[in-house]
């Protein structure tokens, strides 16, 4: 069993839908990432929290809304979502210890 | 504009043979670096991370790191068909933001 859990692993969804993407950790880390990856481009971090607050966000469209309700938990809300958004979207987790740990990842399809 | 580059490949080697992956990084402060496995439709897998000048063995991988050039390294010793794949290399800037390039990708020949 992966140590960093995300669902859906697959979601295709419409431009005008609403959904969300869950991940959840057991690593005991403290900090959860969202990161896109798409073709040929290197990952893109999105957002960061660290014990359950938003440390960083990107330049994220506001489209796409996190929320960290505790520091093993970690959503992702999804709407009015445009065709590039189409990717996949990671969740990872760290700290103390530095080494990031990914789960498997949502891919995203927007139709 | 902080930036981590990676020569995007294809890298083709054959079987047995030493694979060099290399990545340049922006931010001199920069202290710690890592390298990922990714397999074609999974997510990154850890396979080394480094936090000092010189190298560092595990296994059949040697990371190397050169603060001064702003450059790090993997060697992949005996490369085999199972090491094919994307290798992605990561950098915390500060805090614990990590930053990754795009990844070299790297077909060993059976």
């Known amino acids: 069993e992966t140590g960093v859990t995300q669902t859906p692993r697959h979601l295709v969804m419409g431009m005008t839908n609403k959904k969300s993407l869950k991940c959840e950790q057991h690593l005991g880390h403290n900090a959860m990432y969202w990161y896109k990856q798409s073709a040929k481009k290197p990952l893109e971090l999105m957002f960061v929290?660290?014990?359950?607050?938003?440390?960083e966000n990107n330049s994220v469209p506001s489209r796409f809304s996190p929320e960290c309700p505790n520091s093993s938990h970690l959503f992702l809300h999804l709407h009015t979502l445009q065709p590039e958004d189409s990717a996949l979207y990671l969740c990872?987790?760290?700290?103390?210890?530095?080494?990031?740990?990914f789960g498997q990842g949502t891919r995203l399809t927007v139709v | 504009q902080k930036e981590v580059e990676q020569n995007s490949g294809p890298l083709s080697v054959p079987e047995g043979a030493i694979a060099s992956l290399n990545c340049t990084y922006s931010d001199r402060g920069s202290q710690s670096f890592f390298w990922y496995r990714q397999y074609s439709g999974k997510s990154p897998e850890l396979i080394m991370s480094?936090?000092?000048?010189g190298d560092k063995e595990d296994g059949r991988f040697t990371a190397q790191l050169n603060k001064a050039s702003q450059y790090v390294s993997l060697l992949i010793r005996d490369s085999q068909p199972s090491d094919s794949a994307t290798y992605l290399c990561?950098?915390?800037?500060?805090?614990?933001?990590?930053?990754f390039g795009t990844g070299t990708s790297l077909t060993v020949i059976p």
């Open positions: 480094i936090y000092s000048n």
């Open positions: 990872a987790s760290s700290q103390p210890a530095p080494e990031a740990f």
């Open positions: 929290y660290n014990f359950k607050e938003q440390t």
């Open positions: 990561a950098v915390i800037w500060t805090g614990n933001q990590f930053y």
